[in-house]
C-alpha cells in the first residue's frame, strides 16, 4: 500500500520560510517523479514544483519561481519544499503526490498517488 505523508505546514507571518517534507512508503520511491500541488480555499488544486527520479531535472509554477525549492533525499524517501519569502498569496492545503515514471510532470491528472496534504497559512 502506497502512503505519502505530508508534514511541516504550519502559520506563519509574510516573509517566513518554511519546510515541507513527504516520506513516501510502499513504491520504489528511486525511480518515481514526485511533485508538490496546492489548493487554496475555493479555487482548484495547481501545481507547485515536480522533480525527477533523480532529482536532475526541476520545474516551478511561475507563482513560486525564485523563492520555493524543490528537493529529494532517495535514501530517506522524502521529497521537500522549501518555501522562502511567503506570501498571503501562498495559503493553501499543499498535497504531495508520485507518479510512476522517471520524468517529472506538472500535470496533475499524471500523477498516481497523493498524500492526505498539510496546511499552510501565510498571514500578512
Known amino acids: 500500500q502506497v502512503q505519502l505523508v505530508e508534514s511541516g505546514g504550519g502559520l506563519v507571518q509574510a516573509g517566513d520560510s518554511l519546510r515541507l517534507s513527504c516520506a513516501a512508503s510502499g513504491l520504489t520511491f528511486s525511480s518515481s517523479a514526485m511533485g508538490w500541488f496546492r489548493q487554496a480555499p475555493g479555487k482548484e488544486r495547481e501545481f507547485v514544483a515536480t522533480?525527477?527520479?533523480?532529482?536532475?531535472?526541476?520545474y516551478y509554477a511561475n507563482s513560486v519561481k525564485g523563492r520555493f525549492t524543490i528537493s529529494r533525499d532517495n535514501v530517506k524517501n522524502t521529497v521537500y519544499l522549501q518555501m522562502n519569502s511567503l506570501k498571503p498569496g501562498d495559503t493553501a492545503v499543499y498535497y504531495c503526490?508520485?507518479?510512476?515514471?522517471?520524468?517529472?510532470?506538472?500535470?496533475?491528472?499524471?500523477?498516481?498517488?497523493w498524500g492526505q496534504g498539510t496546511q499552510v497559512t501565510v498571514s500578512s
Open positions: 503526490a508520485a507518479r510512476r515514471s522517471y520524468s517529472s510532470s506538472a500535470d496533475q491528472n499524471e500523477y498516481d498517488y
Open positions: 522533480i525527477s527520479w533523480l532529482g536532475t531535472t526541476t
